[in-house]
T-cell receptor, first 115, second 112 residues
Framework: GAGVSQSPSNKVTEKGKDVELRCDPISGHTALYWYRQSLGQGLEFLIYFQGNSAPDKSGLPSDRFSAERTGGSVSTLTIQRTQQEDSAVYLC?????????????FGSGTRLTVV | DQQVKQNSPSLSVQEGRISILNCDYTNSMFDYFLWYKKYPAEGPTFLISISSIKDKNEDGRFTVFLNKSAKHLSLHIVPSQPGDSAVYFCAASAESNYQLIWGAGTKLIIKP
């Protein structure tokens, strides 16, 4: 597709359940980022993938969060044993240049609600 | 510790007038700044950027000004149009660091 695609667009889950969020970046974009936006907050960096390099996981808030990127394309963000504070919009972005300084292209996000 | 601050949660401007969105930062290592616009239920869209070697960058109705000594940047939109109503995020990065640090956003409302 022409843009970054994220699924699902909305997810409501019970506390303690695991969730998987998917991101399809723009074809040819080697850099892929996950961010989340909590209500009233700025975007919070979670994880960064660049090509075949080891991902930068420094932004993941706890070991319940993990992400993988298969074949340098699709990425999945997994949250285990979800908590209410995980409720947020999770945004995926990709860029052509590794540092994203030419701007990122964002997906529409997945709104996660943990009840 | 908020390294990028947008102190105005919202701003209301009359259509046709100038909108000025402000952003302050604390990290003197930041050398690249970007503005994004976000509509509800959509991802942020890149608007305009500026490198620290410049103090102004213009693209159509959008101009970004950078004052390095004050660690302050602003986005000017003139003339403001109804379609400009959105949340605007300021973001910054340091050389060789791909992590963008984001402000909390300013909601711009353009009144007809």
């Amino acid at each position: 597709g022409a843009g970054v695609s994220q699924s699902p667009s909305n997810k409501v889950t019970e506390k303690g359940k695991d969730v998987e969020l998917r991101c399809d970046p723009i074809s040819g974009h080697t850099a892929l980022y996950w961010y989340r936006q909590s209500l009233g907050q700025g975007l919070e960096f979670l994880i960064y993938f660049q090509g075949n390099s080891a991902p930068d996981k420094s932004g993941l808030p706890s070991d319940r969060f993990s992400a993988e990127r298969t074949g340098g394309s699709v990425s999945t963000l997994t949250i285990q044993r979800t908590q209410q504070e995980d409720s947020a919009v999770y945004l995926c972005a990709s860029s052509f240049d590794p540092q994203g300084t030419l701007g990122y292209t964002f997906g529409s996000g997945t709104r996660l609600t943990v009840v | 510790d908020q390294q990028v601050k947008q102190n105005s949660p919202s701003l209301s401007v009359q259509e046709g007038r100038i909108s000025i969105l402000n952003c302050d930062y604390t990290n003197s290592m930041f050398d690249y700044f970007l503005w994004y616009k976000k509509y509800p239920a959509e991802g942020p869209t890149f608007l305009i950027s500026i490198s620290s070697i410049k103090d102004k960058n213009e693209d159509g109705r959008f101009t970004v000004f950078l004052n390095k000594s004050a660690k302050h940047l602003s986005l000017h939109i003139v003339p403001s149009q109804p379609g400009d109503s959105a949340v605007y995020f300021c973001a910054a990065s340091a050389e060789s660091n791909y992590q963008l640090i984001w402000g909390a956003g300013t909601k711009l409302i353009i009144k007809p």
